[in-house]
Structures are given as C-alpha cells and as structure tokens.
C-alpha cells in the first residue's frame, strides 16, 4: 500500500470493516478516483472514496432487491464511500463482468490495470492477471452515456450543490470520452491527464477549443465550490454544445434532432430532463463562447497550473443567503446560487 495512505485514518476504518466482514473472501482492494490520484491540486476537494473490492465470490456479499450488482454505500463524516465488488473471472470477461457491475468494462480495466490509474490499498496485487489494455477497444457510446446520465441528473436542480457536482462528473467524463474517441492510445483516468490530453487535442484541431472553457468551469468548482459563470448559464451552454458534436458528426455517431431524442429515450432507462430540453430548442447549434474577463483577475490559485489555467489570488467575500465563502469576481453563490452584493 502506498505510505500515505497506511496512515489514513478513514482509510483503515474502511479496510478494517472489509477485512472483518469478508477476510477470507477478499483478495485486493482497489483506490480509484479522485481521492487517490497523487496528481491532483492538494486543495482539490475529495468528497468522494471509490473502492473496488476483488472477492474470490459475490454470494458472501449482500445485494439489494432490485439487482445482482453488489456495491454498498456509506458516509462516514463528510465522505461519501462506494464499495463496487468484483470478481476476477469478471474483469477477465466482458460478459461475465457486465453481470456483475454497474460500470464500463474497458473503463474499469484501465483503472485496475494501470498503477498510475489507481492504488492498491489491501491485499494482492492482481493487475498482470487481467486483460492487457494496449490494444483495448472501447464502447463508445456507453462510456457518453456515462457522462450523459450525470448531465441529466444536473438539470433535476436549478443550483443545488449536488446539481453542481452531478454537472462537473458529466463534464469530465464526456472529456474523457472525447480523449479515448479521438486518441485510441490514450489510457489515463486522472483528471490531470485528461485535461493535459484535451488541451493537445485542442491545439491539433481535433475539436472545439470551446470544451477548454468548460472543462476549466468545472476544475475550478472542484477546487472552490462555485463556478465563475452562472450555473445554470454554463450547464445549459455546455449541454447545447455536446448537442452540436453530436448532431455535426464531430463524435463516434451522427444523429439528427429525433434521433438524438430516441437515444437518449433508449438509455439508462431514459434522461427525461435531457429529453425536455432538447424538444425546445428550435436548433442543436454550439453556443458562442463568451470569454468571462475574470479568468484574468485575481481568482484562481496557483494550485490550477497543473490544468494550464492562469494562477492569481482569490480574495472572498461572504454569501448573505447561505453564509458561504464565494470569490469577490462572482456575481452569483456557488452553493446556494443567489446574487452576490456586489
């Protein structure tokens, strides 16, 4: 296990419960996301811990009613732990695996597969038993679902903090879709690697420089709470704007307005509010970027250079609806999304 984390006081109580409930049963236990990416700003906010548990068998592990997946949820303090148990048998079968997981298989190999994708936190180190990733072919359209079911539930809120971190997980997994789609040697998770891959994607004209500004909307709140445009202004922005990749043929599938609408009918069960949205807009057209003229002004830190975003001081003032603390170039809360005084 990585030193740090061998003093990780939540950590060990997670690993201490794992080991007490199922030790027999248990043959690793994997870190992935952003709690244990090592690259990441150290006032990157980490709210969530995602484990994966490898089990010899998923008949020890309880499940819910309504499916076989076994995964448990838990909060312990202000962190939101996932456990997701597999089994070995399925992350070496495609098939096997879906029965067990709610995830995207190839996804899910890198993550387990790469070390510098995630940590190995118990038990024996299984990444030469699983499948090589070198020539990995991936499921496309599954893994824009994926980003798509986080953009549906960002619009069930108009500026409710969850909302807000429902929009950054579509963000950057729609990123991370674009980096695999249109690099098919690229095989990182962590944040910092996909921003270093989309902005080279950028520059060699492989797609709209417009995903740069939005991708640092949704860096920026991972690490302040708040957005630097209005919330609901840059979530509607960036939706039309994945709409127009999709509908401009800029992605693996070309849809037109009623195909786009039959998709998303057909997905995860259906994204009623992506659905709704698309039905009254008179065109699926990119957005114009408008360039918020904060992004040189004192507020971002120097933390954010890692994404190539300009670093300066943030300077705060208090939010008079929630009490919190907001940056003074913002014109609304990124918590409770009210007006700022000025």
């Not at 006081?9 to 199922?22: G, H, N, P, Q």
């Not at 499940?63 to 070496?92: H, P």
Request: some cysteine; proline content about 2%; charged content about 25%.
């Amino acid at each position: 296990m990585h030193q740090k984390y061998k003093q990780d006081t939540l950590i060990k109580e997670v690993l201490t419960d794992l080991e007490s409930r199922f030790s027999k049963h248990v043959i690793s236990v994997f870190g992935i996301g952003s709690y244990f990416d090592e690259n990441l700003p150290l006032n990157w906010i980490k709210n969530d811990v995602d484990l994966i548990a490898i089990v010899d068998s998923l008949d020890i592990i309880p499940k819910q009613d309504w499916t076989e997946v076994r995964y448990e949820k838990k909060r312990i303090g202000d962190k939101e732990i996932w456990t997701g148990f597999n089994t070995l048998a399925g992350l070496q079968n495609r098939e096997q695996f879906q029965k067990e997981s709610f995830a995207n298989y190839e996804w899910s190999l890198l993550d387990l597969k790469l070390s510098e994708n995630s940590v190995l936190l118990y038990g024996r180190n299984i990444r030469n038993q699983l499948p090589e990733v070198l020539h990995i072919k991936f499921d496309y359209e599954n893994v824009l679902i994926r980003s798509l079911y986080h953009l549906n539930k960002c619009f069930t809120d108009r500026a409710s903090l969850e909302s807000m971190r429902e929009f950054t997980k579509g963000v950057f997994k729609f990123v991370f879709y674009l980096c695999v789609y249109l690099d098919s040697q690229f095989r990182f998770t962590s944040v910092v690697k996909i921003a270093e891959k989309i902005k080279l994607l950028v520059s060699n004209k492989k797609i709209n420089s417009a995903i740069n500004s939005y991708f640092e909307e949704a860096v920026i709140f991972r690490i302040t709470s708040q957005f630097k445009t209005e919330f609901t202004s840059i979530r509607d922005g960036f939706f039309k704007f994945v709409l127009s990749l999709l509908t401009g043929g800029t992605l693996h599938v070309k849809l037109d307005k009623f195909e786009v609408i039959k998709f998303f009918k057909e997905s995860f069960g259906g994204f009623g509010h992506l659905i709704r949205f698309v039905k009254k807009l008179e065109s699926l057209e990119a957005p114009k970027i408008v360039e918020d003229e904060s992004k040189n002004d004192n507020y971002l830190t120097p933390k954010l250079q890692a994404f190539g975003i300009k670093d300066s001081k943030m300077r705060n003032v208090i939010c008079p609806h929630c009490s919190s603390k907001c940056s003074t170039t913002l014109k609304f809360c990124g918590i409770c999304g009210e007006h700022l005084p000025k």
